[in-house]
């Protein structure tokens, strides 16, 4: 299992798409709130046939994320919204976008979190990774963790306000920065 990636704010889909591309069996899946961002990553997803692997649910990422965490993963694991199957053009057939990620959470299954926010909004689902940190130790400290990995979140430009990240990169165009934060 090569993991799951969540981009929060994942826009047109591009890093979900790229890290897809560099990692066999790695599983994404973005939450964007702008519909047309959101089809045009649908519309890039098929052409580069990675269906099965990648998805991008539409959805209020702090609704969804706060929802999420308030649900019993046994009755609810997805982050709720759209989450790309529908009718196609030609026939009115439904078209499944991908194979098993409909049930993929952040808290239960995310090992990556990438995500380029602003301040603000970060501020808003700070509290809830937090909560999901939180909850992952836990799951992990009874009966050897059934199976939970350790989670990383990549910030891009803006750092998690009050958390030390493990590493900031400046490798990237122009050196703007990537805060690197594990959950230990």
């Known amino acids: 299992d090569a993991g799951v990636l969540f981009d929060l704010g994942c826009g047109d889909g591009r890093v979900l798409i790229e890290a897809a591309r560099e990692n066999d ?7 964007e709130l702008e519909e047309k961002y959101v089809e045009r990553a649908r519309e890039a997803i098929r ?21 999420q965490r308030q649900c019993d993963p046994a009755e609810d694991r997805g982050l709720g919204g759209d989450t790309g199957s529908g009718a196609d053009d030609q026939g009115g057939e439904r078209q499944v976008l991908r194979s098993d990620l409909s049930h993929l959470t952040v808290s239960n299954d995310a090992t990556a979190i990438f995500m380029y926010l602003l301040p603000k909004g970060i501020a808003k689902i700070r509290p809830i990774l937090e909560d999901v940190f939180r909850r992952r130790r836990k799951m992990r400290g009874v009966e050897g963790g059934h199976g939970v990995r350790p989670l990383r979140i990549a910030a891009y430009t803006f750092s998690i306000r009050g958390w030390t990240p493990v590493e900031v990169d ?15």
Do not use: N
């Not at 990675?50 to 991008?56: A, I, K, T, Y």
């Not at 400046?170 to 230990?184: Q, S």
């Open 170 to 184: 400046r490798t990237t165009k122009a050196e703007v920065p990537i805060y690197l934060y594990d959950e230990t």
């Open 47 to 67: 052409k580069e046939g990675l269906g099965d692997r990648v998805e991008v649910r539409r959805g209020d990422l702090v609704v969804e994320l706060r929802r």
């Open 25 to 31: 069996g790695l599983r994404c899946v973005g939450v």
